[in-house]
């Protein structure tokens, strides 16, 4: 059952020239509910193995303890040294390219 809201959009978007009737609105929406659909289960997908690499490198030992703030701070700020070079890296780059 739709509100009168949603039956005046569908309405409205119906007599846009995109669409010819009403079931080819409905047809759309229920394809882009679909491909919605679709894409957060490929995101799940994709967060479901990181989260697998994640804990197969700590399996493996590979990881960092941290225990101290010295040691999150000292770790944090090589992070952040290794973003800015790639970011200063790919900021040279464009500019060579135009």
């Avoid at 101290?68 to 060579?96: C, N, P, W, Y």
């Amino acid at each position: 059952m739709l509100t009168s809201a949603d039956q005046q959009a569908l309405e409205d978007l119906a007599a846009l020239e995109c669409f010819g009737s009403q079931s080819e609105v409905v047809a759309h929406g229920i394809h882009l509910a679909r491909l919605e659909q679709a894409q957060e289960a490929a995101k799940l997908e994709w967060l479901r193995a990181e989260a697998q690499k994640g804990w197969d490198d700590f399996d493996a030992g590979r990881y960092t303890d941290i225990t101290t703030d010295e040691q999150l701070a000292s770790f944090m700020a090589g992070i952040r040294a290794e973003v800015m070079a790639k970011h200063q890296a790919r900021q040279a780059q464009e500019a060579k390219a135009s």
